[in-house]
């Protein structure tokens, strides 16, 4: 499987869930303490934009944070009922919860092992709670969230329609979907047509893949350390490719424009 993870980029869709699997389960269990609360691939302001402000306790996590922040911070989530689907390690459901203080935020991942960690790590965070399910068919009632948060996860699903239809029905009336994720160029219509065609108008969308790159380099060494302290040598080119790195072919890819990164603002109408 390692050997796969070097090539991921070139993956058909269908292999791509599993290999993502197997990524959170390794992290799971090779970081079993509160080191690698997330696993996306950063954000970083340009063009003299202001940092935002951060707590010391989440000054390590900044280029990560910086991007759950960019996806969320034109929503007004404050007493709002906000479902992450794909919330991978939970730092991201942490951080908005702790921050933007919504009234509910629910974190599913379709990883056991990724579930078990959040539910562990962040017990203490009110209003905060986590929920083993897929992205394809979630487990929850209709019109039950005003938001729901997704990064880096839905290139992921075997039925990216099944997702969109999924996420358009739990929705509230004008609920949104706030979107995150890697792209190739030739891929972004079609992306926007399944969106469309879910239902969803598009109120905003922004190419941030500058802004990914910039993150990359500046976290590269941070990532580098963590995974020589926590994982195998076996292992440890394979974990650097999908953490982008400097000089591995995710990097690469991102810094060449192979891969676009985009974020969205999606609305369900009323009727």
Avoid at 132 to 160: H, I, M, T, W
Wanted: net charge positive; proline share 3%.
């Amino acid at each position: 499987m390692s050997k796969i993870v070097e090539k991921y980029a070139e993956l058909p869709r269908p292999l791509r869930k599993p290999l993502w699997q197997w990524w959170h389960k390794r992290m799971n269990k090779y970081d079993s303490g509160n080191i690698a609360n997330f696993m996306n691939y950063g954000f970083e302001y340009l063009n003299g934009d202001a940092r935002i402000q951060l707590k010391d306790q989440d000054e390590t996590d900044r280029y990560c944070i910086q991007l759950y922040d960019h996806v969320v911070n034109r929503a007004d989530l404050k007493t709002k009922d906000v479902l992450e689907v794909g919330a991978g390690r939970g730092g991201g459901a942490s951080y908005i919860t702790r921050y933007y203080k919504p009234k509910s935020y629910t974190g599913m991942d379709i990883t056991k092992s990724s579930i078990d960690f959040c539910n562990n790590h962040y017990k203490d965070v009110e209003g905060l709670t986590f929920k083993c399910g897929n992205a394809e068919k979630l487990p929850f009632e209709d019109n039950s969230f005003d938001f729901v948060v997704n990064v880096e996860s839905a290139r992921c699903y075997n039925n990216q329609v099944a997702f969109f239809n999924e996420v358009f029905r739990v929705l509230k009336p004008e609920g949104k979907l706030l979107l995150a994720d890697m792209v190739y160029p030739a891929e972004i219509e079609n992306l926007r047509n399944l969106m469309k065609e879910s239902g969803f108008s598009t109120l905003h969308e922004t190419n941030i893949s500058k802004n990914v790159v910039s993150a990359l380099e500046k976290d590269s060494e941070r990532r580098e350390n963590l995974i020589d302290s926590k994982t195998p040598k076996y292992l440890r080119s394979s974990f650097k490719t999908f953490a982008g790195t400097l000089g591995t072919s995710r990097y690469n890819n991102f810094a060449t424009g192979v891969f676009q990164y985009w974020s969205f603002i999606l609305e369900k109408g009323k009727n």
